[in-house]
C-alpha cells in the first residue's frame, strides 16, 4: 500500500460487482475513495486500480470475515461499509417455506448485522465510519401480498439499522438506511412491467449514498425513502 492510498478512505461494498453495487462503486471511486468490493466471483472481476475484489456470499459467514481482514490488509483501515447485497423471492407468507424465510433473512439482515460487527472496530478507529444499508420502500410498507416475506426481512434491516445508528452514536459512526422503490436492474425488470426508463437509475442511488457517507458527523440522517414514481405512502 502507498503512502498516497494510506490517506484515502476505505469503503466495503456488497455486491458491488454488478447493478446498482457497481454503481455505487463506481460514484465512490470517482471521488477518491478506495472500494473494496465483495462478490461472489472476485476471480472474473479485472484488476483495477481504484479497488479490489474480495469472495463475499452473504451465507458463508467465513467469507464475511475473510473480506474485511482481506480489506484491512490491502489497505489498511476502513471507513465506511455499504450493505447493498440483497434477494427477493416473490412469496406470499402463506406460500413461503422455511428456506425461503432463512434465505431472505440469513442475506437481507442476518449478513449485514455480522459485517456492520466484524467492521466495528474499525469503523471506531477511523473517528468518522459511517454505514449505509440499502434496504427498501418495501421496509416501510407492504404493498403487494407477494412481496411479504421479502417485506418482512427489509423492515428488519431498516430496523437494524437503525440499531447501528443508536449503538454508534456515541464513537462517531452514523449509520442510514436508503429505501428505494424500483431501481432499474435485473432485479427491478423482473418483477415489474414499467420501463427501465422510467425507474430510478443505479446511478441516482449511488449519488444520494456517497452524500450520505461524505456528510459530517453532525449530520446524522436516519433514513432516505426514494421512489420512481408517486403513491399514496411514498
Given at each position: 500500500?502507498?503512502?498516497?492510498?494510506?490517506?484515502?478512505?476505505?469503503?466495503?461494498?456488497?455486491?458491488?460487482?454488478?447493478?446498482?453495487?457497481l454503481s455505487i462503486a463506481?460514484?465512490?471511486?470517482?471521488?477518491?475513495?478506495?472500494?473494496?468490493?465483495?462478490c461472489r466471483r472476485p476471480?472474473?472481476?479485472?484488476?483495477?486500480?481504484?479497488?479490489?475484489?474480495?469472495?463475499?456470499?452473504?451465507?458463508?459467514?467465513?467469507?464475511?470475515?475473510?473480506?474485511?481482514?482481506?480489506?484491512?490488509?490491502?489497505?489498511?483501515?476502513?471507513?465506511?461499509?455499504?450493505?447493498?447485497?440483497?434477494?427477493?423471492?416473490?412469496?406470499?407468507?402463506?406460500?413461503?417455506?422455511?428456506?425461503?424465510?432463512?434465505?431472505?433473512?440469513?442475506?437481507?439482515?442476518?449478513?449485514?448485522?455480522?459485517?456492520?460487527?466484524?467492521?466495528?472496530?474499525?469503523?471506531?478507529?477511523?473517528?468518522?465510519?459511517?454505514?449505509?444499508?440499502?434496504?427498501?420502500?418495501?421496509?416501510?410498507?407492504?404493498?403487494?401480498?407477494?412481496?411479504?416475506?421479502?417485506?418482512?426481512?427489509?423492515?428488519?434491516?431498516?430496523?437494524?439499522?437503525?440499531?447501528?445508528?443508536?449503538?454508534?452514536?456515541?464513537?462517531?459512526?452514523?449509520?442510514?438506511?436508503?429505501?428505494?422503490?424500483?431501481?432499474?436492474?435485473?432485479?427491478?425488470?423482473?418483477?415489474?412491467?414499467?420501463?427501465?426508463?422510467?425507474?430510478?437509475?443505479?446511478?441516482?442511488?449511488?449519488?444520494?449514498?456517497?452524500?450520505?457517507?461524505?456528510?459530517?458527523?453532525?449530520?446524522?440522517?436516519?433514513?432516505?425513502?426514494?421512489?420512481?414514481?408517486?403513491?399514496?405512502?411514498?
Amino acid at each position: 500500500m502507498s503512502l498516497v492510498e494510506r490517506d484515502r478512505r476505505v469503503v466495503m461494498v456488497s455486491g458491488g460487482a454488478r447493478g446498482m453495487g457497481l454503481s455505487i462503486a463506481d460514484e465512490l471511486a470517482r471521488a477518491g475513495w478506495l472500494v473494496s468490493v465483495g462478490c461472489r466471483r472476485p476471480e472474473e472481476q479485472a484488476a483495477r486500480d481504484d479497488r479490489s475484489f474480495f469472495r463475499f456470499d452473504a451465507l458463508d459467514p467465513s467469507s464475511e470475515r475473510e473480506w474485511v481482514d482481506g480489506t484491512v490488509e490491502r489497505f489498511g483501515r476502513i471507513d465506511a461499509v455499504v450493505h447493498n447485497a440483497g434477494i427477493m423471492i416473490p412469496v406470499t407468507v402463506l406460500e413461503a417455506s422455511d428456506a425461503d424465510f432463512d434465505a431472505l433473512f440469513g442475506i437481507n439482515v442476518k449478513s449485514p448485522m455480522r459485517l456492520s460487527r466484524l467492521a466495528w472496530p474499525h469503523l471506531v478507529a477511523s473517528g468518522a465510519g459511517r454505514i449505509v444499508t440499502i434496504a427498501s420502500l418495501s421496509g416501510k410498507r407492504v404493498r403487494a401480498d407477494r412481496s411479504g416475506v421479502y417485506a418482512m426481512s427489509k423492515f428488519a434491516a431498516v430496523a437494524l439499522a437503525h440499531a447501528l445508528r443508536r449503538a454508534g452514536s456515541e464513537v462517531g459512526i452514523r449509520s442510514t438506511a436508503i429505501c428505494p422503490g424500483y431501481v432499474a436492474t435485473d432485479m427491478a425488470t423482473g418483477l415489474s412491467s414499467a420501463a427501465p426508463e422510467t425507474m430510478t437509475q443505479p446511478g441516482d442511488l449511488a449519488r444520494i449514498v456517497r452524500t450520505v457517507i461524505e456528510l459530517p458527523t453532525t449530520a446524522s440522517i436516519a433514513e432516505i425513502p426514494v421512489n420512481w414514481t408517486v403513491e399514496d405512502a411514498y
